[in-house]
């Protein structure tokens, strides 16, 4: 949230500066990295913004204590394979880095601060060696990170199929994100097992891909979606039992409610799909709608609109519920 609302700050900044006006800009909220352990990484997404009614480039760079720590990447460089010590930003627009935070294997306990920073060379040339560059204007966010020797493993699956109604014959998908909240590294496997009318019809394991780095601590991170095919099934309603393990032991257990061959309304998907396997906050988002759509038809009402039709397609609709 706080992100949507620096973008909706910023955009009302850039509409009111002089045209003769320049300025860096980056979110600056603090970047805090609570008990993460020695030899690991942590990531973490920078915004910029350039103000400027032409494109510039900005330096890239590190301070203090965890000034050796810190290493920038593009934003879609995935596996963080090709370090930058500079960024181009287009005239008026953002740009978003990734900044990878490696906590070295000889670190003792304790916490330890600095800054990152996106900084504009004055001659226009930025160097490595940053002894030599004139700065002329520069912004940081805090950094913190409190080093421990104590694991914690703490991840959070989630699931969502690219459809809910799957032709026969297509196959299910289904995207698999991992929420790693522990201090450690992790790879976990998936079990999926498919099932109709009570009875298992498919059961396999899928390793955590090979090539993919693991997931970081305290960083999100989406692989490749498991699918099964679904030629010869028979039309009707399934579902998915998803079952995270790690080193062999269960940590986590979800089901996804999803047909085949049906193309109209699956009540059971769309609350998944709405609530995020969460019934509750379906509902709420259900009852969010209702109150949403009475507000509007009290409005139109004391506009003297005809809202005859508009009550009996809402009646209708409020039946299927």
Known sequence: MNKYIFFVV????LGAL??????????????VIKDILRGQESVTTLTLLNSETKEVTYGLKSEGQITSWVTFYKIDDKNLQNPITEIKMPAKGFVSVKAKFTVPKDSPNGSYTGQVLAFLASSGDIKNDEASVSVSQEIGRKVTI???????????????????????????????????????????????????????IYNAIFPYPEGEDAVRALDI??????????????????????????????????????????F??????????????????AWLFIGTIFVVLLIALSILKKRGFNLEKARVIFSSFRKLF
Not at 264 to 281: E, I, K, T, V, Y
């Open 221 to 262: 991170k989406e692989i490749a979606p498991i699918e099964w095919q679904t030629s010869g099934q028979a039309k009707g309603n399934y579902k998915a039992e998803l079952t995270v393990s790690l080193n062999g032991q269960e940590v986590q257990k979800e089901n996804v409610s999803f047909s085949i061959g049906y």
């Open 18 to 31: 002089p045209s003769n006006i320049f300025a860096i800009g980056m979110m600056t909220q603090p970047i």
């Open 10 to 13: 910023s955009l009302l900044i």
């Open 146 to 200: 409190t080093v421990t020797d104590k694991e914690t493993v703490q991840f959070k699956a989630t699931f969502i199929p690219t459809t809910y109604d799957v032709q026969q014959g297509k196959p299910l998908k289904i995207r698999v994100s991992y929420d790693n909240q522990g201090n450690v590294a992790v790879r976990p496997d998936l079990q999926l097992k498919i099932l109709k009318d009570g009875t298992t």
């Open 264 to 281: 109209g309304f699956n009540f059971l998907g769309a609350m998944s799909f709405l609530g995020g396997n969460d019934a509750s906050r």
